[in-house]
């Protein structure tokens, strides 16, 4: 079983940066998938970037490409999102999650079998 704890959000200004983090507990091998998603009020939630364990492959939704990097450290058990360039449009409360299928553009990634993990969410306003 995995638990997931985001941290790092809060409020920017529009062209400023944050740094998201989740740091993995539990049985963080059983991961294949990594990402992060964000969320605003009535809207659904939509898939911002994902990596897969293994091969440390990363995908983007197109919207954050080039402004956005989801990264990891292994030593420490955190997966990080490093936002530059913020938008207003980037306000949202974000969720990092593992082994759960993800929408970026025409492709799903994260297609396991394995249990899905959502974190408790971050908040991130961009003003």
């Known amino acids: 079983h995995v638990q997931l704890v985001e941290s790092g959000g809060g409020s920017e200004e529009s062209g400023g940066s944050l740094k998201l983090s989740c740091v993995v507990g539990g049985n963080a091998f059983s991961t294949v998938c990594m990402s992060w998603f964000r969320q605003t009020p009535g809207k659904e939630r939509e898939g911002v970037a994902a990596?897969?364990?293994?091969?440390?492959?990363?995908y983007y939704a197109d919207s954050v490409k080039g402004r956005f990097t989801i990264s990891r450290d292994l030593a420490n058990s955190t997966l990080y999102l490093q936002m530059n360039s913020l938008k207003p449009e980037d306000t949202a409360m974000y969720y990092c999650?593992?082994?759960?299928?993800?929408?970026?553009?025409?492709?799903?990634?994260?297609?396991?079998?394995?249990?899905?993990?959502w974190g408790q969410g971050t908040q991130v306003t961009v003003s």
């Open positions: 990596m897969h364990t293994k091969s440390s492959n990363t």
């Open positions: 999650a593992a082994n759960v299928p993800i929408q970026l553009g025409a492709v799903k990634y994260c297609q396991t079998a394995r249990e899905g993990t």
